[in-house]
């Protein structure tokens, strides 16, 4: 047999602290503001007028990303105004994930549940705001009491709209985000630990070949990790694209 | 299960209870990803269909289908978040 312990769910997600209450999370998620920043600041400065390349071109593509591929689909053009505040929530997510799967760091922030948490309370508190701002009071009326509804129903249906309008949005943006972050992180800490206790084997020699195959998963899914990291950090900000533009304008 | 039942019989208190909860935790996401595997699998499929009969209406659908996606995929990360509550 060989011998294969899981380590328990703290080693793999919890590191000793840098210096006292900031540790590799708190690292990680500052590199992701400080990049993000820097690399907008330094696109902004470079000359409108000439062709764009290098830094800004980059920028360019991100932001006709958002515009084109978030706020066009789901707000419209009245939503246009919202596209900083959409392009940092991507950014961050986005440069937060990806720590997940460069070497040596190997941890997204985002497994944590603090960072994903926090963004849906801002989300959920800026949601809430833009209909309050829009609609005034009315907000409540027009998300607590859909019309084309019979009168009678309403005792069914005011509840349900109420739980699934207030409470289940910041928590669903919260678990989708972190559950899809760390259940990636696992997968990768399993298949490495497998890889690594096969190549190992010292009682059966002819298990060591055998250790290829979870070496090779441990590719596909660093691979298909790219792929999580960008489709989490953009159905966040689709979703918050859709909660600001279905309070900014009421079904009619 | 016989060789399950046989293991948790051997076992006392503390560890009975440990035993029980990490082979319901496994039954907990099993169950909780069944759902979701159909549902998405029936939404991409359809969406598929419909980018196929009507390309130049893709990138539309392409959104909401994310959307449906995210929707779905939540139920079975409930499943796997109460997987790691009660079994680790």
Redesign the interface.
């Known amino acids: 047999m060989i011998a294969l312990e899981f380590p328990?769910?703290n080693e793999i997600l919890r590191w000793k602290d840098l210096f006292p209450s900031f540790n590799k999370i708190a690292l990680i998620a500052v590199a992701a503001a400080l990049i993000g920043t820097i690399v907008f600041l330094l696109a902004g400065s470079k000359d409108p007028m000439k062709a764009p390349k290098g830094v800004r071109n980059l920028a360019e593509t991100i932001v006709e990303f958002i515009e084109n591929?978030i706020v066009m689909?789901?707000m419209g053009r009245d939503g246009l105004g919202w596209t900083p505040f959409l392009m940092s929530i991507f950014m961050f997510i986005y440069l937060c994930n990806v720590p997940g799967i460069i070497p040596f760091l190997q941890m997204p922030a985002t497994a944590r549940i603090a960072i994903p948490m926090f963004l849906s309370l801002l989300v959920w508190v800026v949601f809430i705001g833009t209909g309050f701002k829009h609609q005034g009071i009315g907000y409540l009326k027009s998300s607590l009491f859909p019309p084309g509804v019979p009168k009678a129903l309403y005792i069914l249906v005011t509840p349900i709209e109420f739980i699934s309008t207030f409470l289940v949005r910041p928590f669903?943006l919260t678990?989708?985000l972190?559950?899809?972050m760390?259940?990636g992180h696992i997968l990768l800490v399993t298949f490495a630990l497998l890889s690594e206790a096969l190549f190992q084997a010292k009682g059966n020699p002819g298990l060591i070949p055998v250790g290829v195959l979870p070496l090779f998963m441990l590719i596909f899914l660093t691979g298909f990790e790219v792929l999580v990291a960008f489709?989490q950090a953009?159905?966040f900000t689709?979703?918050t694209a859709?909660y600001i533009g279905g309070a900014a304008h009421p079904e009619h | 299960m016989e060789a399950l039942s046989a293991l948790v019989a051997e076992l006392t208190g503390d560890e009975e209870k440990a035993a029980a909860a990490a082979s319901s935790a496994g039954f907990a996401y099993g169950l909780a990803a069944i759902g979701p595997g159909i549902g998405i699998g029936y939404l991409v499929g359809k969406s598929v269909e419909a980018m196929a009969r009507q390309p130049e209406a893709a990138?539309?659908v392409r959104?909401t289908m994310?959307?449906g996606?995210?929707?779905t995929?939540?139920l079975a990360?409930?499943g796997?978040?109460v997987f790691?509550l009660i079994g680790?």
Request: net charge neutral; glycine share 6%; proline share 3%.
């Open positions: 328990p769910i591929g689909q789901t669903s678990v989708r972190f559950a899809n760390l259940a489709l953009y159905i689709i979703l859709v | 990138g539309m959104t994310f959307l996606i995210a929707f995929e939540a990360l409930i796997f978040v790691i680790l």
